[in-house]
């Protein structure tokens, strides 16, 4: 039996997904949440039953990446029941999906989410009536609170052991106007909303988008997110990972390392020098930047950004920022992906499945590479210069930031075409669920841990044997002229620009124990910044993007970078 | 007093015509917004999106499709 979850974007068909399976899929609240298809097996019916999540669509006809995939799948016809979830808040228009899924004559049953929500804001639904008008099951729930489910157990599960699913009769006009009128008188019938004055959260959303208050808000938003970011990962930087550090895990490796004899494994895995950030050892360097340096950043950002997107924040941040993204050649969901890409590229890359046309993918994934680097580059950048005042690391981020903007405003001049219009549902406010914070947090930590870690230690593994056996040698020697010439930086640092693109954290890292001066540590940073995106978010790219469209984004990155940080090396030669 | 519905007041409006091809005729339709429905104009970015209420929901349409869909007061 394979049932499949289908509904409008932002309805909380991930939350009953992970309701029914038991597994954590991603929501939030903002549409586009999933851009992919999901599958799991679910408790209901002993087990034997497949559930897919299938990214939101407004109808069948929907023309984003997501809302194809969502299309071929339904129209594929390839499952036994449709389970369609509906926004009680917005039965009207989650209707036209609706009356479309009839259309098809398969099973089906209706899941109405939210029903929390519309209590409160006087939405009063008369579920038994548009069950008797629909001719289908509808069962009301609380999918955030797992309320209203048994019902929904009790009744697939006779419906499942039937075995013979009950088609829909109801006819179906095939014109459009035709459908929302139908709806239009539906809804008169089954729903009534009553007064009720604004809650605080109608306030917040009233003063959110109304552009005098709005924008400046959005600023001061910015920026005390910036710095509660900043104070978080300092925070338990200072006070719990490090002297954690310091005063358990040191003393335990510089045991443990006694134990071996002076030689090539003691050299590999110890390496000469054992202080984290001027030796380069597995045990102590690589254990230091994954989690003592990188992990507390990594978990603040996504704690600040969890709480964003599950407030419904982003949204509304689009908005703002769509007039300045279209001289970009963005619309303001572009930003979505950047927001994202500011954790870790990969789920980046995956949500510019939001945007529609290619155009805007290209420009949007340039910038990706070349604004926004990821938590732990950032990290590292902080970390690497620390010991100098705080305006040399905004120097270099303002840097950043202001030749990602420079490029693809050049790249819009130079593609064809113009960038699309903005288009998208702004959810009301939802006071944030603790669990599914939780949830979301730990998905995100264990994601980077997994794909971090091994990276980490594995990189510097590789360099020490390639130190040990001269090949880094034999490297600087080819590339250090260029380096030298262009960018004047010392002839070591090839070999990292060599390891850069494999994980770029690891790479400024490596810069820590060359005694660079702080201007070539500040451009070594731009440079491994920019010049090319990491293994990992370049195979997402191909598989997303194709071998063109990727081959393209990457030529134009390693020409920007080397372009500035030319300049970036000259001009911080003249100022200082 | 037929207008575009970015130059439009705040108000409650009725969508007149849909000047846009066949795709965003489809994008706006399937959100509701067709010949005859009713909208209401919320707010509204200088050279950039409007937001309006349609049925439950509230939509960010950017300036120029905005600029394509022709409204009335109501
Ligand atoms: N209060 C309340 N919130 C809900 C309920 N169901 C879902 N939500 C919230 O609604 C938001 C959207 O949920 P998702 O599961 O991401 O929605 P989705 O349908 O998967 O959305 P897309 O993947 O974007 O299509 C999240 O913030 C959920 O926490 C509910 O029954 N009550
Ligand atoms: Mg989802």
Avoid at chain 1, 257 to 268: A, M, Q, R, T, V
Avoid at chain 1, 315 to 341: F, W
Avoid at chain 1, 408 to 415: F, G, I, P, Q
Wanted: aromatic content about 12%; charged content about 20%; proline content about 5%.
């Amino acid at each position: 039996m394979k049932i499949v979850l289908v509904g409008n974007p932002n309805v909380g068909k991930s939350v009953v997904f992970s309701y029914l399976t038991g597994y954590t899929a991603i929501s939030s609240n903002y549409p586009g949440t999933t851009v992919d298809i999901l599958k799991g097996k679910t408790r209901l019916c002993n087990n034997e039953c497949e559930v897919v999540d299938v990214p939101g669509c407004y109808s069948l006809e929907g023309e984003s990446v997501a809302e194809k995939v969502a299309s071929e799948i339904i129209k594929s016809k390839d499952y036994d029941i449709i389970f369609n979830v509906i926004d009680s808040n917005n039965l009207e228009r989650n209707l036209l999906l609706t009356l479309e899924l009839l259309a098809l004559r398969k099973p089906i049953v209706i899941i109405a989410t939210k029903t929390d929500i519309a209590k409160n804001k006087g939405i009063d639904i008369d579920y038994d009536n548009l069950s008797d008008i629909l001719d289908i099951k509808i069962f009301p729930v609380v999918a955030t609170a797992g309320i209203g489910f048994s019902v929904l157990e009790r009744e697939v599960s006779a419906v499942f052991n039937n075995f013979k699913l009950p088609v829909p009769k109801i006819e179906i006009p095939s014109d459009i106007t035709e459908k929302w009128k139908m709806i239009g008188e539906i809804t008169l019938k089954v729903q009534k909303i009553y007064h009720k004055h604004p809650s605080f959260l109608e306030r917040l959303e009233e003063i959110t988008t109304t552009p005098v208050t709005a924008i400046p808000l959005a600023f001061v938003l910015i920026i005390i997110s910036f710095y509660v970011i900043r104070f978080i990962g300092e925070g338990i930087i200072n006070y719990v990972f490090d002297p954690l550090f310091n005063n358990y895990y040191m003393p335990l490796v510089d045991r443990f390392s006694s134990f071996f004899n002076e030689g090539f494994l003691k050299n590999i895995i110890f390496s000469k020098n054992m202080t984290p950030l001027e030796g380069f050892s597995v045990l102590t360097t690589g254990i230091y930047v994954s989690f003592v340096v990188v992990l507390p950043y990594v978990f603040a950002f996504y704690l600040i950004l969890s709480v964003l997107e599950d407030i419904g924040y982003l949204p509304r941040l689009a908005v703002i920022l769509d007039r300045l993204s279209h001289k970009i050649g963005l619309h303001g969901y572009g930003s979505i992906p950047l927001i994202m890409g500011l954790g870790c590229k990969v789920p980046g890359i995956f949500s510019l499945r939001i945007l529609e046309s290619n155009r805007e993918k290209i420009i949007a994934a340039s910038l990706l590479f070349l604004i926004s680097p990821c938590m732990p580059q950032s990290a590292m950048i902080f970390a690497i210069l620390s010991k100098y005042p705080l305006i040399y690391t905004g120097i270099v981020f303002v840097y950043i930031f202001f030749v990602g903007i420079l490029a693809s405003y050049v790249l819009n001049k130079m593609l064809k075409g113009t960038s699309d219009d903005l288009f998208i549902e702004i959810p009301p406010y939802h006071k944030p669920v603790f669990k599914n914070l939780v949830f979301k947090m730990r998905l995100r930590i264990t994601q980077f841990l997994l794909d971090a870690v091994p990276f980490v230690m594995g990189g510097i593994l590789l360099i020490n044997i390639l130190d040990i056996f001269s090949i880094l040698d034999l490297l600087s020697k080819y590339f250090a002229p260029v380096l030298n010439k262009i960018f004047s930086l010392p002839a070591q640092t090839s070999s990292i620009v060599m390891l850069g693109f494999l994980k770029k954290d690891v790479a400024i890292t490596l810069l820590a124990p060359f005694n660079l001066s702080l201007k070539e540590i500040m451009v070594s940073c731009f440079f491994l910044v920019t010049y090319m995106p990491c293994l990992a978010s370049i195979f997402v790219l191909l598989k997303e993007l194709g071998k063109k469209i990727t081959f393209y984004v990457i030529v134009f990155n390693l020409l920007i970078s080397l372009i500035f940080t030319f300049i970036f090396s000259q001009s911080l030669k003249l100022l200082f | 007093m037929k207008t575009n519905l970015a130059k439009a007041n705040n108000k409650k409006l009725k969508v007149v015509q849909i000047n846009g091809g066949h795709n965003i005729l489809k994008k706006l339709n399937s959100m509701g917004i067709f010949d005859g429905s009713l909208i209401e104009k919320i707010a509204s970015y200088n050279h950039g999106p409007v937001i309006v209420k349609v049925m439950n929901s509230q939509l960010a349409i950017g300036r120029g499709m905005a600029e394509k869909i022709i409204v009335e007061e109501v």
